[in-house]
């Protein structure tokens, strides 16, 4: 008998159900610097118009389709620990795809864990923030390590012996991630550990204790009893401990290992099962009889470590601006591509309404971060200083709050697609709660706003002066500082009100940056929407008369390809 079935050319046509039309193609191989006009001018603008050439080389690598990749590949394949070896041994070990080290190699190599440190000068600040904003499109959680790398320095610079040694390695270009002792490495990384179970933001909480091995007192050697909740990183070479001494809480320097070869009694006991920031291994750990070295004045460990919370709240402002950056991108790119009922998206009415509104929150958001590093940069002006002090708070509140919603919008804007695992948008949606409650959460910020404003009146006069400069630019926004200068005031309740208070400081603050350096279709947009509006809560509310289709023409990465 004859088994063999023909194929008609009936079947064969009817085996084709349909051409893969009208869907879109990722963004890659794109210039991530020099397709961003916003950035390029806060670049000019607030100083490192010098770095522009390295930029745009920078930006075309993590633009490029074979760097982005690293990105997927980082937190598909996640970390895993092995606490001890086969043979019975702790070795306490995360290990990380290649992906990963090959991030944090480029992150190090260009210096986003020290350029300012090691070669300060004018925009120095800038310029890193602009590149650490074009990594962290790629990959958010191998910035953790690079962060707190970066914003150790300032609380190692409390000790000068340990400053010394410690330094050049911690500002090497060199990434060596090794599970060897420091004296075997030119180049280290630093994490800290702070959080405790019973504590979190109530750090005074913490139950570690402290024991002098000799004369005690600040560079002199400790052990740590106790134990850590939350210990992102652990693989760093060292970390910056809060522990209890006699005196109160103080600030350590507890290194993986010890000076004669030995291994820390630093222990990881797991690794936290995050929803997102997969690629950058967090874990619980505990301290038994740890060595560490007293950093800064003995019972001052708050004060102490607050200089490194600075920098990390900074680098939350630029990560979640970042953040907001490749979700817009994603969508403005996709809705380039795709059409429905007879248009391309981006040319649908009330599809340009939410695309604008999601430009314009991304915009507001780099701008006042690229602001801040500026700020970082003339620290010896007293005023820079003071704005460094409010507005690290009010803009790490702000600008991460922001970024969870706005990553849902672009996700939506993209449809069933940008629900899909192998999209990008489920990483940066999973990605953007993470830097609103690490750092101090959203209340602690707002109270911290309160704090400094309470312990140095200078830096509101500060704030106000700088909003002041776009005084008469705008009539919604002087209203609303007229507004918020009363209720900064009216001390009742005060508390219970810090949201709402540091809300329209930080709405004030973009909008008078926004209304003095963007264009005007940019700056009216973002003043009517969110200073003259009440009660429109979603994206897609922008009110008659706005030029979405130029914003959106601002905002469009890759138009080469649009
Ligand atoms: C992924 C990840 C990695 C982390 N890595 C590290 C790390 O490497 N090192 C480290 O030290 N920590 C790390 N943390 C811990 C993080 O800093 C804390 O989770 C955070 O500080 C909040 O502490 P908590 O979780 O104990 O919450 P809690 O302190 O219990 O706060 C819970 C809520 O209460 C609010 N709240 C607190 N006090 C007040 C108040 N007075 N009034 C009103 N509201 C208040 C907070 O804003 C928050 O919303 C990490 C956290 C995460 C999620």
Known sequence: MN??????????????THQVENLSNDLA???????????????????????????????????S???????????????????HDRFGNRIDLVSFHPAYHQ??????????????????????????????????????????????????????????????????????????????PIEQKQGITIGMAMTEKQGGSDVRSNSTRAYPVGIGGPGQAYELVGHKYFVSAPMCDAFLVLAQTSA??????????????????????????????????????????????????EGRGVRNIIEMVSMTRFDCMIGSSAGMRMAISQALHHCSVRSAFGKVLNQQPLMQNVLADLALESEAALTLSMRMARALDQRSDEQEDLLVRLVTAVGKYWICKRTPNHAYEAMECIGGSGVMEDSMMPRLYREAPVNTI???SGNVQCLDVLRAISKTPAVIDAFFAEVALSKGGNPALDQLVTGLVKDLKEVRDVEYRARDLVDRMALALQASLLIRHAPALVSDAFCQSRLQQTGHHNYGTLPRGVDCAAILARATPNKTHA
């Open 65 to 83: 389709a074979d760097y982005l990749e690293l990105g997927r590949l980082a937190n598909k394949f996640i970390p895993e620990l092995d606490s």
């Open 29 to 63: 191989d794109y210039s991530m610097y020099s397709q961003d006009t916003a950035l390029g001018e806060a670049v000019k603008r607030e100083g490192a118009a010098w770095a522009q050439g390295e930029l745009s080389a920078f930006g075309e690598m993590t633009g």
């Open 103 to 180: 991030l944090m190699k480029t992150a190090i190599e260009h210096g986003l864990h020290s350029s300012p440190w090691t070669e300060p000068r004018a925009g120095a600040h800038v310029a890193r923030a602009a590149r650490n904003y074009l990594h962290t499109q790629v990959e958010a959680g191998h910035g953790c390590p690079i962060t707190m790398t970066f914003a150790a320095m300032p609380t190692l610079r409390l000790q000068p012996d340990l400053l010394g040694v410690w330094a050049p390695m911690v500002t090497a270009r060199v990434y060596d991630p090794r599970n060897v």
């Open 438 to 440: 690490w750092e101090g």
């Open 248 to 297: 109160g809480l103080s600030c350590f320097l507890l290194p993986r290992w010890r000076p004669d070869g030995t291994k820390n009694a630093m222990q990881v006991l797991r690794l936290k099962k995050k929803m997102g920031n997969a690629s950058n291994a967090s874990s619980e750990t505990e301290l038994r009889g740890a060595l560490a070295w007293m950093v800064g004045e």
């Open 3 to 16: 088994t063999r079935i023909e194929a008609t050319p009936a079947s064969i046509y009817l085996a084709e």
